[in-house]
């Protein structure tokens, strides 16, 4: 009892440093969610958006997990979809078990309901709100995802300014009194509870890399000025990225 006491206190402590003082009703809430589900906010499970809280893709998916799902399967929803103004409807079903029939939802991603920050990834946005709405169907979650929201509103939460570079650089990464970019990265995640798996990921499609490793200096000082402003101006559509790249494996039954 002592070590749950334990989590539910350093969760919630981690989320007012996020989020700052949370009412009281928003902490029970808050507590009754990782009791039930088993996720956390320092792993990115759940967000807290103008009084709501709103679980994220890999919230779900950890649930997913913890329940021993069977499977998820996708397809495109081809004579719904326009390539050409960027319009997908995907649907997903879940399968809780080997034998299960599988809980059936759909997605759909346009120009119209997904912030600026993810134009051109629509396709994997809808598969990502399909498989969303398919897991809380299947495990009777009745919280709405972060991802399934049309548009999203600014929060108020402010952010200090990540570290800025003075473009001299000694041949180690690092500059006069500045961090290295590795180090500004991992800073900025830290900063801003982010992912750093999925952050790697956007990072290296960013930079047109297989990896982050193979991008240039230049690049990968594009991408953390780009991530930090995105933190700072549109953190809603920024979590709404990164959990695009948490894609679903498909497996055959």
């Not at 009281?24 to 009084?51: M, N, P, T, W």
């Not at 997605?107 to 993810?118: E, I, K, W």
């Amino acid at each position: 009892m002592g070590q749950k006491s334990h989590v539910f206190k350093s969760e919630i402590e981690f989320a007012q440093r996020v989020w700052g003082d949370l009412p009281q009703g928003a902490r029970d809430s808050l507590k009754a969610l990782i009791k039930r589900f088993g996720i956390s906010v320092s792993l990115g499970h759940i967000q807290y958006l103008e009084g709501r809280w709103y679980i994220t893709h890999s919230g779900l998916l950890q649930i997913a997990q913890r329940r021993r799902c069977s499977g998820i399967r996708t397809s495109l929803l081809a004579r719904f979809c326009d390539s050409v103004t960027g319009r997908w409807v995907v649907r997903a079903t879940v399968f809780k078990s080997p034998r299960s029939k599988g809980f059936v939802s759909y997605g759909d991603a346009d120009r119209s309901n997904t912030p600026p920050l993810v134009r051109g990834a629509e396709l994997r946005i809808a598969e990502t709100r399909a498989v969303n709405r398919a897991l809380r169907k299947a495990y009777g979650i009745g919280l709405c995802s972060i991802e399934e929201l049309g548009s999203f509103s600014p929060t108020s939460q402010s952010f200090a300014n990540p570290p800025q570079s003075n473009g001299h650089h000694s041949s180690n990464g690092s500059n006069k009194g500045q961090p290295r970019l590795r180090d500004q990265l991992c800073l900025l995640i830290r900063q801003h509870n982010l992912n750093s798996s999925l952050v790697k990921a956007y990072a290296a499609d960013f930079c047109g890399t297989a990896t982050l490793k193979e991008a240039s200096r230049d690049l990968v000082e594009s991408f953390i000025s780009e991530l930090g402003r995105a933190a700072k101006t549109d953190r809603d559509g920024l979590l709404c990225k990164l959990n695009s790249y948490a894609q679903p494996t498909e497996v055959k039954l």
